[in-house]
């Protein structure tokens, strides 16, 4: 090892990473073969309850849609572990729902779920059953044909207890009663979780181990009465033994005296036995398995090969960074920045390129004109179709802080968000090209009278959760956070399968520095889209997007538009309309015609409400994106009761302003800050569109 050592000193950089990868992979691969045997999650126990549904019919082809959504790598939307969904119509509806333990990570969970989705309806399981559950040590899948969430239900139910037996039950078993009794209060008080796990003194030797939890869609104090009669029955399945579970539908405890939780290494553990409650169980499942759970050794093994690949990985870094990067450091600065360079030279066009494309800006080419320039459509010699924004020659921004600026937008994307292919300097020239969207913009169909038959249900539906996805990654996902400012219909384009992708996002940086992350002195927005924190004053937040949003999606139900409402005689604006018949008991009147008699009732009241929620006057009652795509796509979630809408005094004359279906396509109007609102006429001509950056 010592000559080895010294061989190192005059090796090169690379030779000398090698050498570190080498012995990183040899370490790890040890510990991958040591542990790949029990990476597999443990089967605990099944039900199969209800009748049988016959092979081929809607309720099975169904339940093939629902479990893979409840399995799904890619699902983003569990929260807490916790997941619900439903597949098809009454009466072959599915419910269904996942639950894992709280103190796994979502890798270790999706791999759970995956396992039990597919186990859940083998032969071996239920293969047939309406209504089944399985427990595996890390998760728990269950389906329905009833409605089951947000319910506490305590049966059917297992026990498992540890066949060996503590020293001395009279005093362990007033230590356990405590132990469980805090957690209990601890699970119920831990935000929406619904999790606890701790630890107490047995004897100056031994610890006793405690977890509880319960599925995160019941209240806690369901929870509570869930937990507390599952405790009550201990002293009947486990009394006098060293471990003990009692496993719920809604709720679940375990208790051991070694450490089972996942961040806990732990010794092997002495073997459990199921003794499951006889006045729930069918016949058969008294036999079903034996069950030794793994969780403890899982964990010593996975604290190993954590510490030692990361020591070694330590080791390596400072070496590598000694030997290559330390004596090169001139050389390397000057590396990044060639890097940097190329990054902006892979997104630039030549103006030739783009003006060929766009036949030389043309007149029968061009899409649309806005405050900061002119929209074209163009097509490139590879035959794809660009749509290129010609900016105003006034920005007064320099070519390199303006290539930085696009080099650090076109690294947004997502399905949802307009894509930015790049960008061309010459002279005093600058085109941004995007993508084109052949279906144009979200008001050119919603706002048409004959194009609105277009936009049905789903698809509006779709659009709703689209947006709300895209706005999420804007707030909350991207390397950048980004408060958009101006989300409106046409600011929403439609590509060839009617998908909506957010435009006009970030561009806005490349001129206006007059701005923090908290206000500004300029406010500029669209009238009928601007949260009133924003337009009096010049506030603005991820509330003010959700502000926007809210008026955005009663403007997709309604099929009408915020600042061009016609129903002068019945409300002065349409969030006033919607919120009068919502407190009318009248929802549905809100819809709009082509809707009423097509659209999903139950999904049509519950986007209403939640863009009554959105529109709320105080900012603290409006919720954040990730709140408003939970209460989307499950609803099992419920929902605060709204109050009366921000309400905007000023003239409700219809005002259709020169547009293009492309970003920040119409007249750039802004409110200073030293004129009251009946000064500034501004307010119902404003059309263009401010984002904030800034990195996270």
């Known amino acids: 090892m010592y000559c080895m050592i010294i061989r190192t000193k005059n090796m090169g950089c690379f030779n000398l990473l090698l050498f570190f990868i080498y012995l990183f992979s040899l370490s790890s691969l040890l510990i991958i073969q040591n542990t790949a045997a029990q990476a597999q999650p443990v089967y605990v126990y099944h039900f199969c309850l209800g009748s049988n549904y016959t092979t081929n019919s809607a309720f099975q082809k169904n339940l093939n849609i629902l479990l893979p959504s409840l399995s799904s790598p ?47 309806i083998t032969d071996e399981r239920c293969p047939t ?79 006793v181990y405690g977890l509880v939890q319960c599925t995160t869609d019941i209240l806690p104090r369901r929870c509570n009465e869930c937990l507390v009669g599952a405790i009550s029955e ?82 390596a870094t400072i070496a590598f960074w000694f030997f290559c990067f330390r004596r090169k450091r001139t050389k390397t600065q000057k590396l990044v920045n060639v890097d940097d360079e190329m990054q902006s030279t892979e997104l630039q066009f030549n103006f030739s390129t783009i003006s060929g494309a766009t036949d030389n800006f043309s007149e029968a080419n061009k899409l649309g004109e806005g405050g900061f320039g002119s929209v074209y459509k163009g097509t490139l010699s590879d035959g794809q179709e660009i749509a290129v924004k010609r900016l105003s020659k006034n920005s007064g921004q320099g070519a390199q802080e303006f290539k930085n600026e696009v080099t650090l937008v076109a690294k947004l994307q997502h ?27 979200l008001d050119q169909f919603l706002f048409d009278p004959d194009k609105c038959a277009h936009l ?14 895209g706005l999420l990654y804007l707030h909350e996902e991207s390397r950048l956070k980004i408060i958009h400012r101006d989300l409106k219909a046409s600011n929403i384009l439609l590509d060839t399968d009617m998908n909506p992708k957010i435009g006009d996002f970030g561009m806005a940086r490349l001129f206006v520095v007059d ?27 991820v509330k003010s997007d959700v502000f926007s949003f809210g008026v955005l999606v009663i403007e997709i139900l309604s099929g009408q538009k915020n600042n061009c409402f016609q129903e002068s005689d019945v409300s002065q604006d349409l969030l006033s309309y919607a919120w009068r018949h919502w407190k009318n008991g009248s929802p549905v009147e809100l819809l709009d015609s082509t809707l009423k008699d097509t659209c999903s009732r139950s999904e049509a009241m519950r986007c209403i409400h939640i863009g009554l929620l959105c529109v709320q006057e105080n900012v603290a009652d409006r919720p954040t994106m990730p709140t408003v795509l939970l209460m989307l796509n499950s609803h099992s979630v419920s929902l605060d009761l709204p109050s009366a809408p921000a309400f905007f005094a000023g003239s409700t004359r219809c005002i259709e302003p020169k547009s293009s279906p492309y970003l920040g396509q119409s007249e750039e109007q802004g409110i200073p800050q030293d004129k009251s609102p009946d000064e500034s006429a501004a307010w119902s001509i404003n059309e263009t569109s401010i984002s904030e950056l800034y990195p996270r």
């Open 234 to 315: 201990l002293p009947n399945c486990c009394y006098g033994k060293q471990g003990g579970r009692v496993i719920r539908p809604s709720c679940n405890l375990r208790y051991e005296l070694y450490p089972f939780a996942q961040s806990a290494p732990t010794p092997s553990p002495p073997p459990l036995s199921p003794f499951p409650s006889p006045p729930v169980l069918q016949p058969s499942s008294t036999n079903t398995s034996t069950t030794t759970p793994n969780a403890k050794g899982n964990s010593s093994i996975l604290a190993i090969s954590i510490v030692i690949p990361s020591v070694i990985a330590a080791l």
């Open 129 to 207: 059953s309406k209504q089944a559950i399985i427990w595996y040590e890390m998760c728990m899948i269950r389906y329905s044909n009833q409605y089951y969430f947000n319910l506490m239900q305590d049966s059917p139910r297992v026990y498992l207890l540890n066949v060996n037996n503590v020293t001395d039950p009279v005093k362990f078993n007033p230590i356990l009663a405590d132990l469980l009794n805090d957690l209990v209060k601890k699970a119920i008080t831990n935000g929406s979780s619904n999790f606890a796990t701790a630890d107490t003194s047995f004897n100056d030797f031994q610890k």
């Open 74 to 120: 890619n699902n983003s939307r569990i929260r807490n572990g916790y997941y619900n969904s439903t597949a098809g119509r009454n009466p072959d509806t599915v419910y269904g729902s996942l639950q894992c333990r709280g103190d796994i990570s979502s890798e270790d969970c999706q791999t759970c779920a995956e396992t039990a989705a597919k186990d859940i």
């Open 515 to 541: 701005q923090t992350q908290a206000n500004t002195n300029r406010v500029v927005g669209t009238y009928g889209y601007m949260a009133p924190e924003y337009a009096m004053h010049g506030q603005f937040s």
């Open 415 to 441: 399905r949802n968000l307009v894509r930015l292919l790049g960008f061309c300097i010459d002279g005093e020239e600058k085109l941004l090209v995007y993508e084109f969207m052949p279906n144009g913009s």
């Open 456 to 469: 049905d249900w789903e698809r509006r539906y779709k659009i709703i959760g689209g947006i709300a996805r």
